[in-house]
């Protein structure tokens, strides 16, 4: 019997609602789920509505719908409930800002158990337009109860989403600089993935312009000249292998001039839904044995160190690595036991790939430990980052077993400060 393929589920939080989708390897591409409305553009709203009737919770147009016609207690943004972090009382009863968010997630996961069993979704992924310390903490609690059972959960910004979702395709289209013109609400801006060549190994970093006086009023022969030139400006002598277009006001038939610019030695692209497709892609390239690791993203969320230590083993000095540039820093946790020697210190490696001036190493006295004789110590080492620029080090003796019992003492260190 053939197994079935693990699948991955994103949810894209934007103003209006949220994109819900999943993927595994057998697809061309992810899938977006919808709530039993005709949804043309994939959001789902962030509503909820108590029924006045029978109490019972609605989600999404759903929501929308009966609190429209007062047939129950509007919530009309359960995301923008969330992050004001106020209790919510509805007919006596009383929501924390986290139940409303929970209950909104519970009732989602319905929708995504309509298109595959809940038992196949192994890696969960949540984007935002941005992302910060408390919005990442909290959706992990809620998750913890949602889906109790070891399942992983993911969180990035849309940006780090985009170069999840340039990564994902063949090579051909990302071997030099990829630029993502993105179109809304009149507005144009482009993101430029490119390799930076300042760093080590293969790192890609993202730059953001934006057109505040490009105007998309008319399709007609004067927009497209005006885009034309727009992109033979930012284009100038650079190599780009491919060119995404996103946004309605890319639709019709006004593209001449322009699209023969955008196609110049260029491969071009009409996308939609970048953002919860690349989040996608990003959950299915942790589960075991995707993506390509010698790749990675330095963007404002990623440290920029390689962190570790030289550790003794049975072949001599080997070069133990805790943390990798590229990790999202309020991920960038790890901990690790250590048997110690006479050493008197403990010498950390940071290895700053943006600039090799930069690299330092850093040292953590283990003078405060009890007297004990030679390998009759272990000690855990904990390394953690505060924000992208800080992380600190805890060591704790753990003494040996019964005969040498810890004596509890510790101590933290910054090994990395504030550029």
């Not at 977006?32 to 509505?49: E, K, R, S, V």
């Not at 994902?168 to 144009?188: I, S, T």
């Not at 490009?214 to 190599?239: C, N, P, S, V």
């Not at 993506?291 to 990675?296: A, Q």
Request: charge should be negative; charged fraction near 30%; proline fraction near 3%.
């Amino acid at each position: 019997m053939k197994k079935q393929p693990q699948v991955s589920v994103a949810y894209c939080f934007q103003k209006k609602g949220v994109q819900i989708a999943y993927y595994h390897e057998e697809m061309d591409e992810p899938k977006l789920i919808d709530d039993g409305y005709p949804i043309p553009d994939g959001l789902i709203p962030t509503a909820m509505c108590r029924l006045y009737e029978n109490g019972e919770w609605m989600i999404g147009h759903s929501a929308v719908e009966n609190g429209s016609a007062k047939k129950g207690f509007l919530v009309p943004d359960v995301l923008s409930a969330y992050r004001k972090k106020r209790p919510l009382v509805v007919d006596g009863d009383t929501y924390s800002a986290e139940e409303l968010l929970l209950l909104f997630l519970q009732k989602s996961i319905i929708l995504v158990e309509e298109q595959c069993p809940l038992e196949r979704i192994t890696d969960f992924e949540f984007t935002f337009p941005e992302v910060d310390r408390e919005l990442v903490e909290g959706f992990r609690n809620v998750f913890r109860q949602l889906v109790p059972d070891g399942r992983r959960l993911y969180i990035q910004d849309f940006e780090e989403s985009f170069y999840d979702f340039v990564m994902h395709q063949k090579r051909d289209l990302r071997g030099n600089e990829v630029v993502y013109f993105a179109a809304g609400e009149g507005r144009l801006q482009a993101w430029t993935l490119r390799q930076d060549g300042s760093v080590y190994g293969q790192a890609r970093v993202l730059e953001r312009t934006e057109f505040p006086d490009f105007q998309f009023q008319t399709q007609d022969q004067a927009l497209d000249e005006a885009f034309a030139q727009l992109a033979e400006r930012f284009f100038g002598k650079r190599l780009i292998s491919a060119v995404f277009l996103s946004g309605r006001e890319f639709e019709g038939t006004w593209m001449n001039r322009s699209l023969k610019v955008l196609c110049r030695g260029r491969r071009v692209f009409g996308v939609e839904h970048i953002e919860v497709k690349g989040a996608c892609y990003r959950a299915f390239r942790k589960q075991e044995g995707h993506g390509d690791k010698r790749v990675y993203y330095l963007g404002k969320n990623q440290i920029v160190n390689n962190i570790g230590l030289y550790v003794l083993s049975g072949t001599g000095q080997e070069y133990c690595r805790m943390l990798s540039a590229g990790t999202d820093w309020y991920d960038a946790a790890e901990s690790a036991v250590f048997l110690v020697d006479d050493c008197e210190q403990l010498t950390f490696l940071v290895d700053d790939v943006r600039d090799e001036k930069k690299s330092a190493k850093k040292t953590v006295s283990l003078q405060w430990l009890p007297e004990r004789p030679n390998l009759a110590t272990k000690i855990a080492v904990t390394l953690k980052y505060h924000n992208v620029n800080r992380c600190e080090v805890t060591v704790t003796d753990l003494g040996l077993g019964e005969l040498y019992p810890s004596s509890k003492k510790s101590v933290t260190e910054w090994l990395t400060e504030e550029s």
